[in-house]
């Protein structure tokens, strides 16, 4: 079937304005995560949604930045006032989110984001 | 907290020959899977290869395999009969063996194959 899909590809964006940035996870994976890969901090963890479970939100930077999952399906990464370090490629991933760990994730092509 | 060092910022073979890659990780969990991605350029994150660390057998997938050593919590990775088309950045991640699932990732490690 389908990857992960992500979109936009590339957003450019001025100092202080709201972006969302979409991630659709591969068909039947219960586990989705967010990541932020940019030069200086490498590749970070952001967000984690299992299931119905509570997302697990403890590599989110600042509280400017927000996700949700709805219907366990499409997530939305929010950054609000977005700052010229929120530069980066926003990776997300998904998969079967296997009990006792180990699935694989699957990646989507990310988005880049640019704040001017 | 776990953490993922890769010490080699670049490496580079020559086409047809056999590189290592290497990853050294911390952790003082006994239950953990370990991975090797690739990200060409085109930014796509791929699966190479994946570890239980439960499992003393190092992993194989055709011309990639690890070295898996549990003991001195290294986990490098070998790429035989290089090709042009490995050219790319190589992470090495960790992730606690629980339903837990998030990725440590290392630095990365760029590899360049020439022709």
């Known amino acids: 079937g389908a990857g992960v899909s992500q979109s936009p590809s590339n957003k450019v964006t001025e100092k202080g304005k709201d972006v969302e940035l979409r991630c659709d996870p591969i068909?039947?994976?219960?586990?989705l995560y967010w990541y932020r890969q940019s030069l200086g901090q490498g590749l970070e963890f952001l967000i984690y949604?299992?299931?119905?479970?509570?997302?697990?939100k403890s590599g989110l930077p600042s509280d400017r930045f927000s996700a949700e999952r709805t219907g366990g399906s499409v997530s939305t990464l929010t950054i609000q006032r977005t700052q010229q370090e929120d530069s980066a490629v926003y990776l997300c991933a998904s998969s079967r989110g296997v009990a006792g760990g180990g699935g694989t994730q699957y990646f989507g092509p990310g988005t880049r984001l640019t704040v001017l | 907290a776990q953490t993922v060092t890769q010490s080699q910022p670049e490496m580079s073979v020559q086409e047809a020959e056999t590189v290592t890659l290497s990853c050294t990780y911390d952790t003082s969990e006994n239950n953990y899977y370990l991975f090797w991605y690739k990200q060409p350029p085109s930014r796509q994150m791929i699966l190479v290869i994946r570890?239980?660390?439960?499992?003393?057998q190092n992993a194989t997938e055709n011309r990639f395999s690890v070295n898996f050593q549990k003991a001195a919590k290294s986990f490098s990775l070998k790429i035989s009969d290089s090709q042009l088309g490995d050219t790319a950045m190589y992470f090495c991640a960790f992730q606690v063996g629980t339903s837990y699932g998030k990725l440590t990732f290392g630095q990365g490690t760029i590899l360049t194959v020439h022709p």
């Open positions: 570890q239980e660390a439960y499992k003393q």
């Open positions: 068909s039947g994976h219960t586990a």
């Open positions: 949604f299992q299931g119905n479970s509570a997302p697990d």
